[in-house]
Nanobody, 118 residues
Framework: QVQLVESGGGLVQPGGSLRLSCAAS????????MGWYRQAPGKQRELVAT???????NYADSVKGRFTISRDNAKNTVYLQMNSLKPEDTAVYYC????????????WGQGTRVTVSS
């Protein structure tokens, strides 16, 4: 069983930056595929970024060049660095994990809210 706890959300102005963190419990973290989803009000959930145990990454076109996913296996933590934020990035961001691949994820965090507004 893996538990995921996100942090780092908040209110930021357009053009600003935030870094989300996701702390994972359980063993074998370094082998797990990890990722971030987001869900904006009234919209479908969107896969934002993924990272494999080997460190290979993928991004949604909407965030490519602005967001960076990374992991620190010594700390059992995955990060999402978000730069050049836009109002359309406003959403609840969820950390996810799976023993094999994302998508689809087996484990979900509780979510952290990001609001981009002036």
């Amino acid at each position: 069983q893996v538990q995921l706890v996100e942090s780092g959300g908040g209110l930021v102005q357009p053009g600003g930056s935030l870094r989300l963190s996701c702390a994972a419990s359980g063993s074998g973290f370094s082998f797990y595929a990890m990722g971030w989803y987001r869900q904006a009000p009234g919209k479908q959930r969107e896969l934002v970024a993924t990272i494999t145990g080997a460190g290979n990454t993928n991004y949604a076109d909407s965030v490519k060049g602005r967001f960076t996913i990374s992991r620190d296996n010594a700390k059992n933590t995955v990060y999402l660095q978000m730069n050049s934020l836009k109002p359309e990035d406003t959403a609840v961001y969820y950390c996810v994990a799976d023993k094999y691949s994302v998508p689809p994820p087996t484990y979900w965090g509780q979510g952290t809210r990001v609001t981009v507004s002036s």
